[in-house]
């Protein structure tokens, strides 16, 4: 079986072994641009320019949900190899992952700068795989919930990606006119991973119920109505090593920097700047020596005054010191003045 998407707004299902129609799913508002089969073929998932993900029984080719979360026009949809997980990437730059049971949103990843062309599963259903226009493509970690590998090898938008049936390798194209196969190497770097902290009951319950876990942040929710929803954090990327082309530029983020493992370093306490002096002044820099003779002469002017005020100070002191010795050396002539008699009789 085929199933077809249209911008007629409709979704259609043939028969590749009878090459017949079979039956058509209507209900989108605008072009579809994206359809996929569950692997067990009940259900059929759809997407398009009316920015909603839609949900058919492939049997009653009835809507089962509408799913409003994405903020733009909804690029591809993907189910989890298991049937039980559906994912969704959009132009808004987000992943969304949905419980195809329960209805809720499981997973939420702002995963681009721009539009989010492509996701596919990997076989194991451990990892997603992501392109866009942004020229990167990414790898997410669906049980840990964050980014695991970003890549840089395409130099314009990556629009397909695909991971072989074996999951040992993955394929990606672009713009560019390149296709890079690229080889996982999941095996190796899971191990350099850090282990999983120990989960509560409530956190058991939800991985029994589904294969991912469910994310801890909420992203924006388009409907008032609807509840607020959980995304993850974007953390802990690696790089991967492309086995036909030349080596990508890789790593996190979106700079060359990151190559080279490099961490943001905290900003330092403030310290007052000092100019710069040179080695080698210039002659502009060479001290004036007229402007200091003129400093010093009027420093010795100034000093010379202080000595005239000194000078002429100290026959003002001696003449007091006498005045004082004599005072002191006729003590009763000194009291009879003051009207004192030296046996200390008042006058």
């Known amino acids: 079986?085929?199933?077809?998407?249209?911008?007629?707004k409709s979704?259609?299902?043939f028969s590749i072994n009878g090459l017949r129609f079979q039956h058509s799913f209507v209900g989108h508002n605008n072009w579809v641009r994206t359809a996929k089969f569950s692997p067990d073929m009940r259900l059929v998932a759809s997407g398009g320019d009316d920015k909603t993900v839609k949900l058919w029984d492939n049997r009653t080719q009835e809507c089962i949900k509408t799913f409003y979360d994405h903020q733009d026009i909804v690029q591809c949809v993907a189910f989890h190899p298991d049937g039980t997980c559906l994912g969704a990437s959009s132009a808004d730059g987000c992943i969304k992952i949905w419980d195809t049971r329960s209805h809720r949103l499981l997973q939420h990843y702002p995963a681009h700068d721009d539009s989010t062309n492509v996701i596919d599963f990997h076989p194991s259903g451990n990892f997603l795989l992501s392109a866009s226009t942004d020229h990167i493509v990414k790898i997410w970690d669906l049980k840990e919930g964050h980014l695991f590998y970003t890549l840089k090898g395409h130099k314009k938008p990556v629009y397909a990606a695909r991971f072989s049936p074996s999951g040992e390798y993955f394929a990606t194209g672009g713009m560019d006119e390149e296709i890079i196969v690229w080889k996982t190497n999941f095996d190796r770097n899971m191990a350099d991973r850090p282990t999983a902290h120990s989960t509560t009951t409530s956190e058991k319950k939800t991985r029994s119920n589904s294969p991912l876990r469910e994310s801890r942040t909420k992203p924006k929710v388009r409907h008032a109505d609807r509840r607020p929803i959980s995304k993850t954090d974007q953390s802990n990327a690696r790089s991967m090593q492309p086995r036909i082309q030349p080596e990508p530029a890789p790593m996190e983020g979106h700079s060359d920097e990151d190559y080279n493992d490099f961490e943001p370093q905290p900003n330092p306490p403030h310290q007052p700047s000092y100019p710069k002096q040179s080695l080698h002044p210039s002659a502009s820099h060479q001290p004036n020596t007229s402007n200091s003779d003129g400093r010093l002469?009027?420093?010795?002017?100034?000093?010379?005054?202080?000595?005239?005020?000194?000078?002429?100070?100290?026959?003002?002191?001696?003449?007091?010191?006498?005045t004082v010795k004599n005072r002191l050396t006729s003590p009763e002539e000194s009291r009879t003045t003051h009207g004192i008699h030296p046996d200390g009789l008042r006058i």
């Open 1 to 8: 079986h085929i199933v077809t998407a249209s911008d007629d």
């Open 11 to 13: 979704v259609k299902a």
């Open 297 to 322: 002469f009027e420093q010795m002017n100034k000093m010379m005054r202080q000595l005239n005020v000194v000078s002429n100070t100290l026959p003002m002191m001696d003449q007091r010191l006498s």
